[in-house]
């Protein structure tokens, strides 16, 4: 059998830097998981001493603070930085920005549009900056009953698939007189998504490797197995099953973007033993 | 056989507008057709003395001048309102809002893009509004080899179909960081569009009814012959021919933004005459 790695995958630009952040920032915390990876935050606290705190409480034990890679909630950033610990901040820039552009269009009396999961950390730090009350959807049909207005101004959570993105767009295009859009789609999540898309459609199964909360790699996962009937979504080597490769001639393999090569290396090895 | 007008057909608020404006502008000049509907504009010549102008160096006979439905270029209207002579605008309102769109879009930096027909008074006009370059497209093909930047601001022209508005969008919202897209695609466009899809798929025979050279009407013709093979697009009733109602059960009726009831009346006259 053969074993092939997307084009694209793993690790984004926001990643990597909220890593490289965190190794230098040696015995301090982050306030919650730096990245959606256990097993790399596991090394972080093994290698580097870098703990995660699950409320802002705990911080209290700590002068060092490391803020994720998908963000904090806007008050919660401000009351840190008022309280004299050194605030490392990780944010991925390309979070960075939809929290900076709702805050803004909110400011210019826009009817502000997350389209995203409302209970994804990213999600809920964008969505903090809004001055007036935003609208967090899913779909078309979370838009029901909403007053939008005239001016809507709309992003995405940076790990969504485009073609929703679209249908939400759309159905506000047809429906509201201006409707600005910030397509804030990472890039890395294009890449990645267009090389799973590409590589599912030859492979006859698909190894998608990242934590189960991740969101892009579930956005992953859900364009493999369209196009792959035989798709798994693992977070260790060790949920690989031998039987899920009998009779395979083409083993595709992508990682999310919070999931680090040395996780990905290990897969493969693994996938490699059982086709022996 | 039955006939059945669309529920939403003929005059929009718009030309009613104009058309009311110029009755009341005895022996004034129209620069350019007022509305695409030579039959209307016969009736104000005849019974209002309004002339139509096509070239502006025609208007130096008359002191009142109206402005037609779509609009005129901007630096045209400069020069007749520099000229002393009275002004009598009668554009619709709905086209003055993608002017001022477009200038003001085209002054805080975006590139605008004018989904529309170039050749078309309205979009001209439009298009004379950017104080820097606008790109004027029919299609996504149109939008290749032109470089858009990470700020594009997208109009419509009025009367275009909002399927194919979207296209455009969507190929934007894919390639664009931030695209503000001004939905000027005006309600009754909308409505009689949505009133002919409507009947067209009911009907064994559509009649349309509006100026050759009139966008809407085409608009329309080019959604009912997807329904109903037998669609037809006519300016007066001595273009219709007897045999195209022949072993029909239902003829549907609609009629362009700019095409006058009393025309309607006469098309409906005489068809009801071919089917007894």
Known sequence: MEIKLAENYGFCFGVKRAI????????????????????????????????????IDELENTDRVIIRTHGIVKDELKKLNESGKEIINATCPFVTKPQEIVE?????????????????????????????????????EDLEGHHLG????????????????????????E??????????????????????????????????????????????FSIVERNCKDSYHIEVPEELQPEWFE??????????ASTPDWIIQNVIEKIRKFSV
């Open 20 to 55: 490289e952040i965190a190794e230098e920032s040696k015995n301090a915390y982050t306030y919650g998981p730096l990245i959606h990876n256990r097993e790399e935050i596991n090394r972080l606290q093994e290698n580097f001493n870098v703990t995660t705190a699950h409320e």
């Open 104 to 140: 803004q269009m909110s400011k210019e009396g826009y009817k502000v549009v997350i389209f995203g999961d409302e209970k994804h950390p990213e999600v809920k730090g964008v969505k903090s900056y809004a001055v007036n009350d935003p609208v967090v959807v899913m779909g078309i």
């Open 150 to 173: 005239v001016k809507v101004a709309v992003v995405s959570q940076t790990t969504r698939k485009v073609k929703e993105f679209m249908k939400i767009v759309n159905h506000l295009i």
């Open 175 to 220: 429906n509201v007189k201006e409707v600005r859009v910030f397509n804030t789609i990472c890039n890395a999540t294009f890449e990645n998504q267009e090389a799973a898309d590409k590589l599912s459609k030859e492979a006859d199964v698909m190894i998608v490797i990242g934590g189960k909360n991740s969101s892009n790699t579930k956005q992953l």
């Open 247 to 256: 009779g395979k001639k083409l083993c595709g393999v992508t990682a999310g």
